[in-house]
């Protein structure tokens, strides 16, 4: 079995953003050297996430405008967690809505996706330096 | 260590329903020999979920009228995303409260399930063909 | 390629609670000895949820009320789910909101976490003997 490790860096200058980043997955699965396995990319941060979806910038609006009334940033004395000096809590709300991690086929050395599936990271709290990790496993 | 894939293919004559694909996922299990490792489910298209969880015909309409309360199918207007032609930004929304993918794990041979645990595939676009991407590796 | 297989057990007092189980997923993590690979936590049943987030009282506080808008329990009426003489569809809709498993690289020895990821068992439909699944593959 081989494993193979890879950090990827974000500095998102907004609040929000949604950020394709399947062309780096690819790089690391291609660095891996893996054929068969399985491919995990995880937001390190718990205000953020990394989700599979639509490379479509209406959709992204929406899922930003929806997120925003299921869990609203403001006023951000409605959250407990904002006593602590933060003012993130929506953050950490949004980013269960969109989930932490996903998992990806690897097959033939190739992402084993279905014909619209890239990969985001979701930021919900940015303006600095954020990672996400990514590990691959197989042979 | 061992791979094997497999897709499960839909063509869900209305636009949403939850489907057990529980033996679907075992025969793969079967065929693949695979004694001890994980198994990835995930929905190859991005407006369908696969998740775990009670086969109850209640509790399936109680999650197509709260997800249509979270993320309501009409006015199809109301999203960007449906500018573009489409009328199923709803079913990107929904998919996202359902989550993408299970990993199960896989111990002697079997899915490591706890007494109500079933795998759907969740529709909420359907009338059409699309996939489920089955991918387990162990040993 | 190694395997290792455990459950952890709980039995909480409340209907409703958020357990940190990072140090009992470290142990596993040690007792099986694996260096490189994936550890899959997952809960076994289904009104119940395992996640990643963060170690603050008033984040847990927000999450809790959080829910109860998206998913109230009562009045448990509205629910197809409870004719069937149970009180707990509700808890089966939060599951879906904070997720059935996560999936934590292994690296070194070690869970690969960023600066503040604790993993939680989230009780939706407490007060009996319920199960978390932790399945750790590498080598």
Redesign the interface.
Known sequence: ?K?Y?KELWFNVPTRRAFINITPRVMEALRESGIQ???C?V?????TASV????D????H???ED?LED??PHEPIEQ??????GEDN?DA??K???????????I?EGRL??????QIFYGEFDGRRRK?V?V?I???
Do not use: C
């Open positions: 079995m494993s490790r068969e396995g399985l995990l995880n937001a390190m941060h718990i989700f599979i979806n639509d479509e910038s209406g959709l609006r929406d899922y929806w299921l869990a959250y407990s967690h904002n006593r602590t809590a950490h709300l980013r269960q809505v969109m989930g932490r991690e996903v998992i990806v086929a097959t084993d996706f279905g014909p619209w599936e990672r990790l590990k496993i197989g042979e």
